[in-house]
């Protein structure tokens, strides 16, 4: 609870002093409301600024003797302040209840209240009256006349276009604690709040959302040449907001997704539609989002035979197969179409079904959309292939890639003197890395994941901050280019492979170095043994001090990798890769192997552990 420094009545006589100003006009007393009145109001905040500031706003609205009088009856509480301030906000609620409502009135008003203060809680972003009204299904002038007289705990503005907002969050807290907010009239249910605001906006963007919403009209329009002025026009905001957060909603209401229900119909009618209206909006990665916790939360009882190789798919076969295994072919296709939806939103009608392959779920739902003017259309795939999905951005080929430790990013270096960060989920381009004057050759993740570093044809290694993608560091003493780039395990020491044949060691702290390691060779292969007491290397195991001697036995290392076009696995070539899938680089973390291509893609492929049989 937010309390206020020094003295308990200093902030309180202010209040005063503000409430006093906002009375004088209907003459009341210079000296009202009186020293005795003051230090009554002090007792009773018990020390709490937002109960004064709410008791204060209260009793300036209308009947001020009368609420001032009502909030000095309640019992005052100096041990339990939360109490007290529960107390003046039950106060403020039924007083909102008008004296000559007859009990169908007061049903009424209070079942609207409780609809509009649960959606006003529970909203992601705070709305209009106007916004809120189409979301909730009330009228604008209904929802204005119940929350007229709750100044005291919410912030509504004359303008009507401004959103409403809590004066505290405190009244956030007790609205849904139904022990504090014990007068059930009031009591907001925030898992039904959450449900019934999911419900309201499928059903509002099953009304408005439709193909080329804004009348874009030529299929190559770029989604930020469209002026924010248009998409007003053809997306309000309370159009917007459902675009956005339905999805967040449905997930906290925790209601149970089945065939049969409106979360699937949606979908099949207008998936096409949110995917178009997020990229307008420049939301398009939040679509990627939503769909992995659509994912997250069906439950499938059945594996259709596309899907049976998939074991996480399998995993949650229990009880809606047809809605899981739509949403997992969503997720397929959109990570598969991101980029071009993103750039380019009428392209999810065109490029995006055209080039979905054959038996995809959402290509069949959604055929009847590829315009008619495109006579005959390409063979493709059959199936979805083992490529999640291909990160663009570099303009030319990638070197290098890496993950970071937790899996959520992915670093690559290219040869346009650039490392990228893309977020993993999402396909999304969070930094771009610039400084090198020369071709990116190998970048590595601290194991903290808070730096990276990168190794390049202009004799440097360069250590950035993951996060604000700022340079660190950049350390000097290769006299020829820079091939490889590993960290320690506890982050202290970068070592990096050069074509001037040694490999060397720095402090990441200071950027000094340590130690210089001639091998002969350009060291290609590198990384640190798990104790951080050896290298790995195209030359055989390094000590990181020249006095160590080598272990009699080392930690056993990675056993998937690629060599001489195929994906090999304990010593055998389990896939091989086609030459539009061949790489410059590769990383490999887990299962899961990256391949960064001249064309300046990457693909990404996931195998799972075991024996690998046809």
């Not at 409502?101 to 609207?112: A, K, L, P, Q």
């Not at 009209?217 to 930020?224: D, F, K, L, S, T």
């Not at 309370?238 to 956005?244: G, V």
Request: hydrophobic content about 40%.
């Amino acid at each position: 609870m937010q309390r206020k420094p020094g003295s308990k009545s200093g902030y309180t006589s202010y209040e005063v002093a503000v409430l006093k100003l906002d009375v004088e006009e209907r003459k009341f007393d210079l000296e009202w409301p009186g020293g005795k009145t003051i230090e009554a109001l002090v007792e009773h905040a018990s020390g709490l600024f937002i109960w004064a500031a709410t008791a204060c706003r209260f009793i300036g609205g209308h009947f001020t003797e009368k609420r001032l009088s009502t909030i000095l009856g309640g019992d005052i509480s100096t041990t339990a302040p939360e109490r007290g301030l529960d107390a003046i906000y039950l106060k403020v609620l039924q007083s909102s209840i008008r004296v000559d409502f007859d009990e169908s009135e007061m049903n009424e008003h209070c079942r609207i209240l409780r609809k509009a203060l649960g959606a006003i809680v529970t909203l992601f972003v705070s709305l209009s009256i106007d916004s809120l009204a189409r979301l909730v299904k009330i009228t604008a002038k209904d929802i204005d006349e119940s929350l007229e007289d709750l100044h005291a705990i919410l912030d509504i503005r004359k303008e009507r276009h401004l959103p409403i907002r809590l004066h505290h969050p405190s009244f956030r807290d007790f609205l849904l604690n139904r022990k504090r907010c014990d007068d059930l009239r009031f009591w907001v249910n925030e898992s039904t709040a959450h449900e019934l605001m999911a419900n309201n906006c499928i059903d509002l963007l099953s009304g408005e959302l439709r193909r080329d919403i804004c009348g874009l009209h030529e299929p190559g329009a770029i989604a930020r040449d469209v002026s924010d002025q248009k998409i007003e026009i053809f997306l309000s905001t309370a159009l917007q907001y459902a675009c956005r957060y339905w999805v967040q909603h449905l997930k906290k209401s925790d209601s149970q997704l089945e065939d049969s229900g409106k979360t699937y119909n949606f979908l099949r009618q207008h998936l096409l539609h949110w995917f178009e209206a997020l990229s307008l909006l420049g939301k398009i990665s939040e679509a990627v989002l939503a769909i992995q916790v659509l994912e997250d939360m069906t439950d499938v009882s059945y594996v259709s035979e596309d899907f049976r190789h998939c074991t996480d798919y399998i995993a949650k076969a229990k009880k809606s197969p047809n809605l899981h295994a739509f949403i997992y072919d969503s997720k397929r296709f959109i990570l598969y179409n991101r980029s071009i939806i993103e750039e380019a939103p009428l392209q999810t009608y065109c490029s995006a079904l055209m080039f979905t392959p054959e038996k995809s779920i959402v290509r069949k739902q959604f055929e009847n959309h590829i315009p008619s003017w495109i006579c005959k259309k390409p063979r493709v795939q059959v199936k979805w292939d083992a490529t999640l999905q291909t990160l663009e951005g570099h303009s030319c080929s990638v070197n290098s890639v890496a993950f970071s430790p937790d899996g959520k990013l992915v670093a690559s270096g290219s040869r346009d003197k650039t490392v990228r960060l893309w977020d993993t989920g999402t396909g999304v381009q969070l930094q771009m890395l610039e400084g090198h004057s020369h071709w990116v050759s190998s970048v590595a993740f601290s194991p903290d994941g808070k730096l990276v570093a990168s190794g390049s044809w202009d004799k440097t290694v360069r250590l950035w901050d993951t996060g604000t993608g700022v340079q660190l560091q950049m350390l000097k003493g290769h006299s020829r280019s820079v091939h490889s780039v590993a960290f320690s395990p506890d982050g202290k020491l970068v070592a990096s492979g050069s074509r001037d044949e040694t490999v060397r060691l720095w402090d990441t702290g200071t950027g000094v170095q340590l130690q210089m390691l001639e091998v002969g060779i350009t060291t290609r292969t590198l990384s640190f043994s798990t104790s951080g007491q050896y290298l790995i290397t195209d030359r055989g195991i390094l000590g990181v001090s020249s006095l160590q001697s080598l272990p009699h036995h080392l930690e056993r290392l990675r056993t998937l990798f690629v060599s001489n076009n195929c994906v090999v696995e304990e010593g055998a070539n389990i896939l091989w890769l086609p030459p539009d899938y061949r790489a410059t680089c590769v990383a490999v973390r887990d299962g899961m192997v990256v391949l960064g291509h001249s064309s300046g893609g990457m693909s990404f492929l996931e195998f799972k552990e075991g024996l690998k049989i046809v």
